[in-house]
């Protein structure tokens, strides 16, 4: 689903967390978490291969980051990443769809693909006896697909069907055009999925070419974590990898073609109103940018969201839904990237207190900026957020998603060998400082889904108000 793929990149941030030994990128030295040693090896062909051995029941997990995402789709093939990878699985190496799935299926394992703005993720497991084959599964759908034009058309017509379903769903209708209205311009704009006009588009011959330009091993990182011999394991990928041809390809490790995103530009107010009559609630998103997720301010943004809208009862929910009954939910987000991110509130209301709700939410963005918070609330949200990381921690494929999410964004392992360290060091003076940077209360984007007739009185002096057909959305 849409909504699925984009929170992939804000939720691999809740996996940074565990007790490391050093404070340099994982690759560069020894390391482990816990009792579990991690070892590291790049292959010839620039791919990047970590193996932890674990005493758990006898399985293996893998995490396989390939940075190549939606921010690659060239003008009008919005979506081509996506359906790239949606394909790896419908026919590879001469298998069908249904023959791979029962490949992997015979071997009592899985395999999933998803696309994000900055990489595609294979992911997945089998039973520690078949590394082997399980290996080979993966270089088969990753290395070898067929890109089966009967299994493009499929695709093509889920996928658009889906997009234009978002019509009919104000949530994450305003989910999808506030990224698109504050980034607009940059790779990160679109949608993962696309448009349903630039997917219909999309032809077996693009897919082909995408693949080709980009999906290369310089850059890869495969994390496999499971009950095995990790000489064996080395040697299984190795087998299935090594060959893999680094070619002339475009893959920059990590997207470092992409424009960073300025996260103190400047965003002058403005009122984006997507016209939906009919509709008896109103959609609000309150956004700006902020930070990549590789930012020196990332503690404390954690805690300043936290404090404000990150829990059921943060700031945004007390004030919106406990204390004025305006809403069931009022919160706040980051959405941290490799070359940006951007930050948002967001809330629903009836339409008669639509004004009334944005006007609360611009007034604890302004609280937050103006006086520190005090001891009791600090604590509460530090406390919070510490007693959170282990639960990140608990199987194999969340130490393998977690030793590939360390390496892709290239954070300091200090971030985790000491995260309650630095949670808990974060101050109210640094949650003012962050909050006053990057939560702005009067520089801002507004984007609102909503019948205009019935709530236009209400925008007066909010801002240079844009009215968008719900027809005329992509």
Not at 166 to 172: K, N, S, T
Not at 371 to 396: I, W
Request: proline share 4%; with cysteine; glycine share 10%.
């Amino acid at each position: 689903m849409i909504m699925k793929r984009f929170f992939v990149g804000s939720l691999l941030m809740l996996f940074i967390a565990g007790v490391l030994v050093g404070s340099t990128p994982i690759g560069t030295q020894a390391h482990r978490i816990g009792s579990v040693s991690f070892k590291a090896k790049t292959l010839n062909n620039g791919m990047k291969v970590f193996v932890a051995r674990t005493s758990e029941v006898p399985l293996f997990s893998f995490y396989l980051v390939v940075p190549v995402g939606s921010a690659m789709d060239e003008p009008g093939k919005e979506g081509c990443a996506n359906l790239t990878g949606e394909l790896l699985l419908k026919g590879a190496a001469g298998m069908s769809a249904d023959e791979i799935s029962a490949k992997i299926e015979g071997l009592g394992g899985e395999l999933e693909v998803s696309t994000d703005r900055d990489y595609t993720i294979i992911s997945g497991g089998f039973l520690a006896k078949d590394m082997d084959d399980g290996m080979k599964c993966l270089a088969d759908v990753l290395l070898r697909p067929d890109f089966p034009a009967e299994e493009l058309s499929k695709a093509k017509s889920i996928i658009s069907a889906e997009i234009n379903s978002l019509r009919d769903d104000p949530y994450e209708l305003a989910n999808r055009e506030i990224v698109k209205a504050l980034l607009a311009g940059h790779p990160y704009a679109h949608p993962t999925d696309g448009y349903a006009k630039s997917v219909v588009g999309i032809s077996r011959d693009d897919i082909i070419r995408f693949y080709r330009t980009y999906y290369r091993p310089r850059g890869v990182i495969l994390a496999v974590v499971g009950s095995f011999d990790t000489g064996k394991a080395f040697k299984a990928i190795e087998k299935n990898f090594a060959a893999w041809p680094s070619g002339h390809g475009k893959t920059p490790a990590g997207n470092a073609s992409i424009a960073d995103l300025d996260p103190m530009k400047h965003v002058k107010r403005k009122v984006i109103v997507i016209d939906k009559p009919g509709i008896t609630q109103s959609q609000i998103r309150i956004a700006n940018f902020a930070p990549a997720r590789n930012t020196s301010e990332y503690f404390p943004l954690l805690v300043a969201n936290n404090i404000l809208g990150g829990g059921f009862t943060s700031r945004l929910m007390d004030e919106i839904r406990v204390n004025r009954g305006l809403s069931y939910g009022a919160r706040s987000r980051l959405y941290q990237f490799s070359h940006g991110g951007l930050f948002e509130v967001v809330t629903y209301t009836k339409n008669k207190t639509l004004r009334e709700t944005i006007d609360v939410a611009l007034g604890e963005l302004d609280r937050i900026r103006g006086k520190e918070v005090g001891e009791g609330e600090l604590a509460k949200a530090k406390n919070y957020l510490a007693g959170l990381f282990p639960l990140e921690l608990e199987t194999q494929g969340d130490l393998a998603k977690w030793i590939a999410t360390v390496e892709f964004y290239n954070l300091p392992l200090s971030d985790v060998n000491d995260y309650k360290g630095k949670v808990f060091n974060v101050g109210s003076d640094d949650v003012q400082r962050v909050a006053k940077r990057y939560f702005k209360a009067s520089d801002n984007l507004i984007l609102l889904v909503t019948d205009y007739a019935k709530t236009r009185d209400q925008l007066e002096g909010l801002g240079p108000v844009e009215v968008i057909s719900i027809d005329d959305i992509d």
